[in-house]
């Protein structure tokens, strides 16, 4: 690392902390040039995970997009910001966890309404609407058919 304050690259790393989340790593370093002190923060770099709409584009994968979908669900309804961002979290995780770096956006949006089934019918029943593009009344009847059958 070099030093911000000469430039020199010889160092040594005085103490070491994790962040709150334990996904950074603080480092307290001093120059052994000019014997100052500075700061860095290491943490992993990320590859972004690409979602393959159904045109055929592609986009990065954005929690923002995501979390505007599931807080429109589950408007009104008895679910916290907290328990939204959980599942965000988790649902992030898993896709991170497959190993790929593209991602069907029908894969994602089956595993959204897998969720939100667990956790709230009426806001599955939301976001199936707008995800599965219901045409009309009778879209809506057999989609509710099939999650009364479940019960």
Known sequence: ????FCGEIDNKVIDSRLSKDSNVI???RECLECSRRFTTYEHIEEI??????????REVFSRDKIRSGIKKACEKRNISMNVIEDFIDDLERDLRETGEKEIPSTDLGEKIMIKLHEMDDVAYVRFASVYREFKDVNDFVSELKGLLSKQ
């Not at 690392?1 to 911000?4: G, R, T």
């Not at 972004?48 to 584009?57: A, F, H, L, N, V």
């Open 1 to 4: 690392m070099k030093c911000p």
């Open 26 to 28: 603080r480092r307290r």
């Open 48 to 57: 972004p995970i690409m979602i393959i709409k159904k045109d055929g584009r």
